[in-house]
T-cell receptor
Framework: NAGVTQTPKFQVLKTGQSMTLQCAQDMNHNSMYWYRQDPGMGLRLIYYSASEGTTDKGEVPNGYNVSRLNKREFSLRLESAAPSQTSVYFC??????????????FGDGTRLSIL | SQQGEEDPQALSIQEGENATMNCSYKTSINNLQWYRQNSGRGLVHLILIRSNEREKHSGRLRVTLDTSKKSSSLLITASRAADTASYFCATSPYNTDKLIFGTGTRLQVFP
């Protein structure tokens, strides 16, 4: 049981390049989330998907787009990368049912550097 | 702005001592959760306390929740060097599917 898998683990981009971060979960969870974590900071929510077919903005959505491809997969796209988007990106999933009183399960992160 | 604020930002203790971390938040919540993050890794869920609960235990962990003061504390008893990590509180705002994380407490336990 792999849990939440993120690819790639590391990536270096040049300013203006585009890239898609992939996330897949095998726990049959309804909700999926993308966060970024900057040095010495907690996690900030970029986008989330409460269920297949829906997506909503979080605290810091500017510069990003998401796609909930199916129940298992939730991708994050940077259309034109900027140095301010250098960060560690975490994907998480939660819940087989509608209750909100369940924990989130996290992947190990994608470390993204933009030069 | 982040909903959870944690105190202290950093804590250093000796093995065997207890570690207490505090979290304050701003709005009504469904629940409050604590997570642990080892260096270079993702977050791991430790414990969830619902808004109608006041105290919860899990092994060496004890969590309290005071909704009137909008605050929570995490107590780790008889700490071990392996407890060295960053600890984050996260609140689930009422009637949403989101989690809002605090800035974390970095705990160092010396052997």
């Amino acid at each position: 049981n792999a849990g939440v898998t993120q690819t790639p683990k590391f990536q270096v981009l040049k300013t203006g390049q585009s890239m898609t971060l992939q996330c897949a979960q095998d726990m049959n969870h309804n909700s999926m989330y993308w966060y970024r974590q900057d040095p010495g900071m907690g996690l900030r929510l970029i986008y989330y998907s409460a269920s297949e077919g829906t997506t909503d903005k979080g605290e810091v959505p500017n510069g990003y787009n998401v796609s909930r491809l199916n129940k298992r997969e939730f991708s994050l796209r940077l259309e034109s990368a900027a140095p301010s988007q250098t960060s560690v990106y975490f994907c998480a999933s939660r819940g087989r049912t509608g209750t909100r009183n369940q924990p989130q399960h996290f992947g190990d992160g994608t470390r993204l550097s933009i030069l | 702005s982040q909903q959870g604020e944690e105190d202290p930002q950093a804590l250093s203790i000796q093995e065997g001592e207890n570690a207490t971390m505090n979290c304050s938040y701003k709005t009504s919540i469904n629940n409050l959760q604590w997570y642990r993050q080892n260096s270079g890794r993702g977050l791991v869920h430790l414990i969830l306390i619902r808004s109608n609960e006041r105290e919860k235990h899990s092994g060496r962990l004890r969590v309290t929740l005071d909704t009137s003061k909008k605050s929570s504390s995490l107590l780790i008893t008889a700490s071990r060097a392996a407890d060295t990590a960053s600890y984050f509180c996260a609140t689930s705002p009422y009637n949403t599917d989101k989690l809002i994380f605090g800035t974390g407490t970095r705990l160092q336990v010396f052997p």
